[in-house]
């Protein structure tokens, strides 16, 4: 009889039975979260169409904190929930919106409904980094793989000697001009077959010091203007191309120094909350997602050593 009541009572309308006890909550939210607060950190996620936010208070961190990566490029942290560390499930009678955390003075019609924290379990943060050259070729691609563990970051190709490795490299050839100017022709299907080698001795542009193979390194071409870029130096409009493609242009105007180089910065940022009480959730572990926050992008100044 109990068991009947309990199916009808479940297949009538949720406003009907649900008097705030009865049925439990299934965590249900995208894998992804947001942040906000300037002196602690909240995490939060919202799922709209059910009304429910999740957040995680974490009152003694920032967000520059978690973003301070070790010489791993990565940051762990483990810390217990409590009272200054909340896990909080809410659910709302309208739907829920991003002010409706961080404020300090929240909407005045909240309309909350259920409101549990979790004052005990843990949440585990980790950080990590990943740095790229945005050369339009997979790292995976820049590194002649000489110690055979297919793995960029260790023993890393240099063809320029600059001290920036190739996968971080926007100048790979050290040329002063970047990769991505250099005809690539990257695709997922043919590689790097198609990369452009204006010479043709079997060496692409962006490997190429020499790219018209005049005898004069490109980044030597600088017949008009000294900054740093071959690009812009066109002894011969006719031919409609730099002197560095036109061997026919061979005037060496030595270059001192080479440009500056700029370093993609991505982080990815995860939680996981585990051993969650809460009075209406069974679920005790919880993967939070991934942090999506301009804050996660970032880049850095690379500065070659000239040679
Ligand atoms: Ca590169
Ligand atoms: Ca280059
Ligand atoms: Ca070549
Ligand atoms: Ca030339």
Do not use: W
Not at 205 to 212: I, M, P, T, V
Request: overall charge negative; aromatic content about 8%.
């Amino acid at each position: 009889m109990r068991k009947f009541l309990y199916i009808l009572c479940f297949g009538l309308l949720l406003t009907t039975c649900d008097d705030g006890d009865i049925f439990e909550v299934t965590l249900d939210f995208e894998d992804t979260f947001e942040q906000c607060g300037n002196s602690s950190l909240v995490f939060y996620k919202i799922n709209e169409s059910t009304s429910e936010t999740l957040s995680i208070q974490l009152t003694t961190l920032t967000l520059e904190d978690i973003l301070e990566v070790d010489d791993d490029n990565l940051y762990e942290n483990t810390l217990s929930l409590a009272s200054s560390n909340a896990f909080n499930y809410r659910s709302y009678g309208r739907i829920p919106t991003s002010n409706f955390f961080c404020n300090d003075i929240p909407p005045s019609d909240l309309q909350i409904e259920k409101d549990e924290v979790s004052i005990s379990g843990e949440v585990y943060i980790k950080t990590i980094l990943v740095e790229d050259d945005n050369d339009g070729i997979p790292t995976e691609l820049e590194d002649e793989n000489l110690d055979g563990d297919n793995d960029p970051d260790t023993n890393p190709t240099d063809t320029d000697g600059d001290g920036i490795y190739d996968y971080l490299d926007a100048d790979d050839d050290g040329d002063n001009v970047l990769t991505t100017s250099e005809g690539v022709n990257y695709t997922e299907e043919d590689g790097l077959i198609n990369a452009l080698d204006t010479d043709g001795d079997g060496i692409p542009n962006y490997l190429d010091k020499d790219d018209d193979g005049d005898g004069v390194d490109t980044r030597d071409e600088e017949n008009i203007n000294v900054n740093q870029n071959p690009t812009d130096d066109v002894t011969d409009p006719d031919f409609g191309e730099a002197d560095y493609l036109n061997d026919q242009v061979f005037t060496t105007v030595v270059a001192t120094a080479f440009r500056t180089h700029t370093i993609r910065m991505i982080y990815t940022v995860t939680a996981l909350v585990s051993e969650i009480s809460l009075p209406s959730i069974t679920q005790q572990t919880l993967d939070f997602g991934v942090l999506v926050d301009p804050g996660t992008l970032d880049s850095r100044v690379g500065t070659p050593i000239f040679n």
